[in-house]
């Protein structure tokens, strides 16, 4: 049985990757009106599925655990960019956020004792190294390109090869 406070913790959770799906579904968006940007923007599409799966583990792993998730109320994410580099720095920016959150959370678990939660939340760990991994790998392609258009051509080519398989 989850404690009052491991409950709220978890649903705070469920909130920031919902916000994280949005987000991510904004860039998409974006890219997706952008000339020659077609890959970057099914990164996105993607990347924003993967967080809504994030989201929906944590909400059955609530009610699980005799808890009750709530389907959180969403702000407007950020909708346009100033360019591709910005909205790379965003994504790595949310994602380090992200992670900063689930090891409060891990904290938390251990604080609280609850060896369960504790354990559930490894595996949102590694995802959250691997995710971090990606966003700077990426940044620091575009950081190699600049103002090159065929480094950004390629850049939109082989981004999807960047993506780990679920
Ligand atoms: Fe949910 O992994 Fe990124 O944010």
């Known amino acids: 049985m989850l404690s009052k406070t491991i409950q709220e913790a978890l649903n705070n959770q469920v909130k920031l990757e919902a916000a994280s799906s949005h987000a991510y579904l904004a860039m998409a968006n974006w890219a997706d009106i952008q000339p020659g ?3 970057v923007a099914e990164y996105f599409f993607q990347q924003s599925d ?11 792993f609530i009610n699980e655990r005799g808890g009750f998730a709530f389907v959180p109320t969403l702000e407007q994410p950020i909708i346009t960019f100033k360019g591709i580099k910005s909205m790379f720095e965003d994504f790595l920016k949310h994602e380090i956020v992200v992670s900063i959150s689930i090891n409060e959370l891990v904290d938390l678990a251990l604080k609280e004792k609850d060896y369960a939660t504790h354990n559930f939340l490894q595996w949102y760990v590694s995802e959250q190294i691997e995710e971090e991994k990606s966003a700077r790998v ?20 082989d981004i999807m090869m960047t993506r780990q398989r679920p």
């Open 37 to 39: 940007l077609d890959n």
């Open 50 to 60: 993967e967080e809504r799966v994030h989201m929906l583990k944590l909400m059955r």
């Open 138 to 157: 990426l940044n620091d392609k575009l950081e190699m390109i600049g103002e090159d258009k065929s480094g950004l051509y390629l850049f939109d080519r």
